[in-house]
Structures are given as structure tokens and as C-alpha cells.
């Protein structure tokens, strides 16, 4: 019992860290050349771990999106495969372009659908626990 409640709780924390993390992103996305869309990506990813964590039944809309945003990223990823090194994706953001910033683009598709599958798996496994 004691474990379920300190994992419960280790979740909700990290779980809240990604909301602030995916609200800065999107905030950040104001002087991006096609702000709209990542704004609408990361405050999408926001608001559904936000509604995620507070009410279990809410895992199917964190898995959609996240199939969603991982596919997104696989197609963002596809022409640009090998010509971009990681360490690249850490440099000066000005001294970048192209490549580098569709890299960019898609290791943020990647983050938003790794976070909300692992939601939504968390969220599914304690719906299912509570049913039985």
C-alpha cells in the first residue's frame, strides 16, 4: 500500500514538471517561424497530462496524441535521417538551420510522445486496478 501511494506520488510530480516543461515550450515557440502549430502541439501535451493526471479515465486522448505526435516526428525525421549529429542538436541555436531545426522539431514530437504513452499506460493500469 505504501508503495502504491509513494509511486502515485512520484508520478503526479513528474507528471506536473512536464506540464510546466510542455507550457515553456510552447511559450517559447512565439518567435518560431510557424509559432501557431508547436504552440498548439506543446500546450496540447500541457493540458492533456494536466487532465490526465487528475482523472484516470482521460488515458485514451494521452494515447491518441501521443501516436499522433510519433508519427508526426517519424514523417519530420524521414528526409533528414543521417544528416544531422546529435551533438549539432545541442549547439548555438543561431549558428543552425534547416536540418537542425527539423531535427529539433521532431526529438519535441518525440519528448511529447514519450511522456503522454508513458501517461497513458500509468493511467490505464490504475483504471483497470480500481475496476477489479
Known amino acids: 500500500m505504501l508503495r502504491r501511494v509513494i509511486g502515485r506520488r512520484i508520478f503526479w510530480t513528474v507528471n506536473m514538471v512536464m506540464v510546466a516543461l510542455f507550457v515553456v515550450s510552447a511559450t517559447l515557440q512565439i518567435n518560431d517561424p510557424d509559432p501557431l502549430v508547436w504552440i498548439a ?3 496540447l501535451a500541457a ?10 479515465s482521460q488515458w485514451p486522448a494521452a494515447l491518441l496524441i501521443s501516436s499522433g505526435a510519433l508519427g508526426w516526428s517519424l514523417y519530420l525525421l524521414r528526409p533528414i535521417w543521417g544528416k544531422v549529429s546529435l ?4 549547439q548555438d541555436m543561431d549558428a543552425k ?3 537542425v531545426e527539423v531535427a529539433r ?20 493500469r490504475h483504471t483497470r ?3 477489479i
Open 47 to 56: 493540458l492533456v497530462s494536466l487532465a490526465v493526471g487528475q482523472r484516470a
Open 129 to 131: 486496478r480500481n475496476r
Open 97 to 99: 538551420g534547416g536540418a
Open 87 to 90: 551533438a549539432e542538436l545541442f
Open 41 to 43: 502541439a506543446y500546450s
Open 105 to 124: 522539431e521532431s526529438a519535441g514530437l518525440l519528448i511529447i510522445a514519450g511522456w503522454l504513452m508513458v501517461v497513458a499506460l500509468v493511467q490505464r
